[in-house]
């Protein structure tokens, strides 16, 4: 690569795209890599504010903007995601599902610390669609180093690609839901409705629902009989405060299932529970996701679909980002809520 004066450009091969930005009305491409500079395009560089531009002359141990984008994007993209041909030296990576995205952070951090790397990403766990762009990545100069690159190549492809995107699995899912209010009929459930609305873009199956009283035997009797009949996720309503008529924690522990947690540094949703009788997630759902727009059950819904067996520790990571603001306008899932890493 050399830098010459535009006057003298004419016949030489250009190294780099140039883009043409009319402010509030066009940015683009207005010469590409590859394009041989002719003695009509001297003037229109000038106008591009050029006096001087880059001309391409290989060298063995630099790597062009473009061929180094293609090369960080093919290592870094695991199932589930596809990548484009590249514009302007960046290379845009592309779900080609619908489905989890997992980010390997650790991992991106530590290739981002190399000199002259960049790779951008959507947060890790952020629920993503097929065709949507969630990374991109490019070199900082328009050529790199060789041994730079081979560098980030192996952070970003071993152990594992850094980027995949998990499919969702169609759960058939059980409700049980708990209240002598709503088993006597004095009030009308409003569970239901908000579980079939928000577990229905992951393909859930609703296996049925069952209305218990305030009593821990028949809850923890329902759950049983729900994951008896094929039930691979349970969702248990009501019951959930501190108050002493709320007993569904004591029901669902009664079935014998593993409690990862009790409660959660999420608001809304601080009275969630998550358990785990044998390989079938049991939820606890506290009032607020009947009432709010955005909860916890937002954040955990889509690693169950995507068939992940969440610890506490994944609890916990979630408090930071937790305070949902509740905006006038919900724009989640773009926005910080829940964006632990």
């Not at 060298?59 to 695991?78: F, P, Q």
């Not at 489905?99 to 002259?116: E, I, P, T, W």
Request: hydrophobic share 40%.
């Amino acid at each position: 690569m050399r830098k010459v004066p535009v006057t003298e450009a004419a016949g030489m091969v250009l190294c780099h795209d140039i883009t043409r930005i009319i402010p509030g009305r066009e940015k683009g491409r207005a010469f590409h890599r590859g394009q041989i500079i002719t003695p009509g395009d001297i003037p229109k560089l000038l106008d591009l504010g050029k006096e001087h531009i880059y001309v391409w002359e290989p060298e063995i141990d630099l790597i062009h903007e473009d061929e180094a984008a293609l090369r960080l994007a093919r290592h870094s993209a695991g199932p589930g995601l596809s990548w484009d041909q590249p514009s302007q030296g960046r290379v845009n990576i592309r779900a080609t599902r619908d489905g989890l995205l997992k980010v390997q952070v650790d991992r991106l951090h530590m290739a981002n610390k190399l000199d002259d790397i960049a790779m951008a990403t959507l947060h890790n766990n952020r629920v993503v669609t097929k065709g949507q762009v969630v990374a991109g990545t490019r070199v900082i100069p328009l050529t790199v180093q060789r041994h730079l690159l081979e560098a980030a190549e192996k952070i970003f492809g071993k152990p594992g690609p850094l980027l995949t995107v998990k499919p969702f699995q169609p759960l058939w899912v059980g409700v049980v839901t708990t209240g002598s209010e709503v088993y006597s009929g004095r009030i009308q459930d409003g569970f239901c409705s908000v579980i079939r609305q928000k577990t229905a873009p992951f393909g859930a199956r609703v296996l049925g629902q069952v209305i218990v009283p305030d009593d821990p035997y028949l809850i923890s009797t329902q759950i049983r009989q729900l994951i008896g009949e094929g039930a691979e996720l349970v969702m248990v309503t009501g019951g959930m405060s501190v108050d002493p008529d709320d007993v569904t924690p004591s029901g669902i522990r009664a079935t014998g299932a593993d409690v990862v947690s009790y409660g959660a540094p999420v608001l809304p949703g601080a009275m969630f529970m998550l358990a785990y009788l044998g390989h079938v997630p049991i939820c606890g759902l506290p009032g607020c996701v009947m009432f709010n727009n955005t909860t916890i059950f937002d954040l955990i819904l889509p690693r169950i679909f995507a068939g992940e067996h969440l610890q506490r520790s994944d609890i916990v990571n979630l408090g930071h980002g937790g305070l949902c603001e509740e905006c006038e306008v919900c724009q989640y899932p773009a926005c910080s809520f829940g964006k632990a890493t």
